[in-house]
């Protein structure tokens, strides 16, 4: 304790400009505060890290035949979740006063936004939709890094000037995003 009380002005100046880059560096005060709360639940929870699911979701295989909807894919990707994690849920509250949903939860501590390919493609509405559902649920509940945009479709959209804008954005937010390209 003694360390504390006999220290110089400027040395607390510094502690203090530390302090403050470090919670700067981190998001701000409530950007730390939802990590250490989301790092407690996870500890009671069982929290489950991203590149698991992620590992996970690259051993699916979806055909082009299986992909009717949005919703199809949802069900396809949730039954093979539940082979791997303990509790896996469809349409899952994000909890907020908008009452939206993400697509997937796995153990509370990954959201899972789930977009075709060939959606985003075809309508800068749907692209901008996606950001924004992304950015919302993590900032609302995952935290940018738990919470990952799952695309599916045929690998030549995933090069096109779109996703690529897409990828850049998604990147600049820090979320998470992986192109499961169908067989």
Known sequence: MDFLFNQTFETYIILILIIMIIIVGNGGVSE????????????????VEPESVVRSLSRLKI??????????????????????????HSQYSVGGNLGLKIDVDVNESVGIEIKLAKQIESSTANMMRLFGQAV?????????????VLIVGNEKYKSSERFKEL????????ISYYYLKTA
């Open 136 to 148: 919302y649920y993590s900032r609302r509940k995952y935290g940018k890094e738990r919470m990952l």
């Open 167 to 174: 990828f850049k954005y998604l990147d600049k937010e820090d």
């Open 32 to 47: 730390i505060k939802d990590k250490i709360l989301r790092w407690i639940i996870g500890k009671f929870k069982g929290s």
């Open 63 to 88: 055909t082009p035949y299986q992909i009717k909807s949005e919703r199809t894919v949802e069900g396809l990707v949730v039954e093979h979740l539940k082979k791997g994690f303990k509790n896996v």
